[in-house]
């Protein structure tokens, strides 16, 4: 017993020392991602980097496998637990992959946190969604009546019926639809996330309501295939195909004019608040529910019963930016 | 037999007709020729696919691979479009098809060389497929602004008032009619199918036969690759996925019999408009999601049972002469 005890405490004296050499030098942040490679979280990085510039005294470690398993990224934190880093900010391959090791991090001191695609609640301190189910629904009708000052006949071109997210997102949508005068939601039709099906539902649509004045599409397919059948049907002007796409998609329907604006988490933000949020837990916040963290020049973040945020609305993308996004993601 | 079969097609035609009215009673402008013209033209596609898959199935084989044998040609015809843009349409058009052919081939030889059952061969070279195209384009999808306007623009262009993709649906027929109809190969594909054993005796090579109709398949499903691609303006690792069974599923409508050695090119075509008057017609009639899903199923099931019922009395004469011999 006396000797399990002096071992602990030589263990909890050597810890407190490494930790104290470790907060000597500036503070060590790792950003793991998904895959190394990927625009999106190149982007990512590069919100990081101004996070890390912002607060001086951050150093931005980018890292991930080079193919997304869960696997490789197990390998990657056990590797940033050795290098004994600050603060470990994840977008997750698997929900509960990752747990064992990330608990591991936890006990060595190391703050933790999810980013994007999070971690099972045992495994992280809090998760930073990009934006809320809410926030979403509100975008989308937003970016249509933005539109239509007059008001108009909008439809709903959604992925399957069955889809979790874009029901809700939906759902969400229907809830504000008050706010915005004279927009009138005549249909919802799923495309099933198949061009071909996605674009015979457009037609179906332009064909059913000869008055419709926007479609929106909260899906990268949908929103894709809706703005060619709009493009062929020559309604470029008339309809204007609307929701969360991908910039490097939607660069040419933009162009075109077959899509006025559009929105999708901006990943160059997402990027910059994980590092924010690390930072303050490094430096004694406490991530609870209810409390609110600073991410810096994203404002704040409010946590929730499972210690999730959501950081901003959706970030929208029109002629003015939609080439410069396009070469990043 | 013949009479049989012509029976299914009246029998058929009249399936569509009544869709038809049923579809007007709800949607009048459904049946106006112009829209008429548009299911056809969204039905190209199939038609072509539908008019490969009947050769190979003829021949009692089946080919599981063509979807992804389109996402397969049609990306590499996008990313051919992408990378060099002056490259001439016609020339990209080539390639796919020759690309297509090629995968073809890959099937053919497997069912020929190797004797493996058709389904699996074609079901491995599905999954192999689509890896390529996630393998070949990092998972990146080719987006419309980097392919050419004149890639983009030849389906569409229109020609005497129809567009060049429901002509080229229209050309397929009458070749893929004449090669059924007027040559040795055509003959062929229905022989080893009705009774491979009596075919091998009349000098026919089954192998060779079925490596034939698998060519004719990849080519089909290459050259829709590039319409595909082209008609949607998008290209990615998914495109056309599950696409197959809608190919398989027209061929089966239009009464080409799985066990082989029966259809027509007739058929085939009816079988595919069929399913195309549902799919657009679904979109406009108004009616739940589900519903949609559960109605195109008990199409097929119908299709299907009817055609089981047919085919159980010829197969049973078949079996009992070929065990007579």
Redesign the interface.
């Known amino acids: 017993m006396k000797i399990l005890k002096s071992l602990m405490v030589t263990a909890a004296v050597s810890l407190a020392l490494m930790a104290n050499a470790a907060h000597a030098e500036n503070k060590k942040i790792a950003l793991v991602v998904k895959a190394l490679g990927i625009g999106f979280f190149e982007a990512a990085n590069k919100g990081a980097q101004e996070a890390a510039k912002e607060l001086g005294d951050v150093e931005v470690i980018y890292t991930g496998p080079t193919s997304t398993t869960a696997e490789g990224q197990i390998e990657v934190i056990n590797s940033l637990i050795a290098q004994k880093v600050d603060a470990i900010a994840v977008s997750a391959n698997d929900t509960d992959a990752l747990v064992p090791a990330l608990k591991k991090a936890m006990d060595r001191g190391i703050k933790v946190i999810s980013w994007d695609s999070g971690v099972a609640k045992e495994g992280r301190m809090m998760h930073l969604n990009p934006s809320s189910n809410a926030l979403i629904g509100n975008m989308i009708i937003k970016l249509a009546a933005d539109n239509l000052p007059e008001g108009g006949d909008v439809a709903v071109l959604s992925a399957s019926a069955t889809a979790t997210n874009q029901n809700t997102w939906i759902a969400e949508m229907k809830k504000v639809q008050g706010n915005y005068k004279g927009i009138n939601v005549v249909a919802t039709v799923y495309g099933d996330d198949l061009a071909d099906k996605s674009y015979r539902e457009t037609q179906g649509l332009i064909q059913s309501y000869p008055n419709l004045k926007a479609i929106i599409a909260p899906t990268s397919v949908g929103i894709v295939a809706a703005a060619q059948a709009v493009t062929d049907a020559g309604k470029i002007g008339q309809i204007n195909v609307t929701g969360l796409g991908l910039p490097s998609e939607m660069a040419g329907h933009v162009k075109s004019g077959a899509s006025k604006s559009f929105a999708i988490w901006n990943p160059i933000d997402l990027g910059y608040s994980a590092t924010m949020l690390s930072y303050d837990l490094i430096n004694g916040a406490e991530a609870k529910p209810g409390a609110e963290l600073k991410m810096g020049r994203m404002g704040t973040v409010k946590l929730d019963d499972n210690n999730e945020g959501a950081m901003a609305d959706p970030f929208v993308y029109d002629a003015k930016n939609v080439e410069e996004f396009a070469k990043i993601f | 037999m013949a009479k049989f079969l012509k029976n299914r097609e009246l029998l058929l035609v009249g399936a569509i007709t009544v869709l038809l009215a049923l579809i007007t009673l709800r949607?009048p402008?459904f049946v106006a020729p112009a829209?008429l013209a548009?299911v056809y033209n969204?039905t190209s596609i199939l038609i072509i696919l539908a008019l490969g898959q009947m050769a190979v199935i003829l021949t009692r084989c089946i080919d599981l691979s063509m979807a992804a044998n389109l996402a397969l040609s049609g990306m590499v015809a996008a990313m051919l479009n992408a990378a060099f843009p002056g490259l001439p349409i016609p020339l990209i058009i080539l390639a796919a098809i020759t690309l297509g052919t090629a995968l073809g081939m890959i099937n053919g030889a497997l069912v020929w060389k190797l004797d493996i059952p058709p389904i699996v061969v074609t079901l491995g070279t599905l999954t192999i497929y689509r890896g390529l195209i996630f393998l070949l384009s990092g998972g990146k999808?080719i987006?419309?602004?980097?392919m050419s306007d004149a890639f983009k623009a030849l389906p569409?262009d229109e020609l005497v008032g129809f567009p060049v993709l429901s002509w080229l649906s229209l050309v397929m027929i009458g070749l893929i009619f004449l090669l059924m109809s007027r040559t040795a190969l055509g003959r062929a594909f229905y022989a080893v199918g009705g009774n491979p054993h009596a075919a091998v005796y009349t000098g026919i090579d089954v192998g060779r036969t079925r490596f034939s109709a698998y060519c004719l398949s990849g080519a089909l499903a290459g050259l829709s690759g590039y319409l595909?691609v082209s008609r949607?303006?998008?290209a990615y690792v998914?495109?056309?996925?599950?696409?197959e069974l809608d190919i398989i599923a027209a061929c089966v409508i239009g009464g080409i019999s799985i066990a082989g050695g029966i259809g027509s090119v007739a058929g085939a075509v009816l079988g595919a408009l069929f399913l195309g008057v549902i799919?657009?017609a679904?979109?406009?009639i108004?009616i739940?999601?589900?519903a949609q899903m559960a109605i195109s199923g008990m199409v097929i099931i119908i299709a299907v049972a009817v055609n089981a019922r047919a085919e159980r009395r010829k197969g049973r004469v078949i079996l009992r002469k070929a065990e007579a011999v």
């Open positions: 949607f402008p829209n548009r969204d999808w987006n419309a602004h980097q569409r595909w949607y303006a998008v998914d495109i056309a996925a599950g696409f799919k657009n679904l979109p406009v108004n739940s999601p589900f």
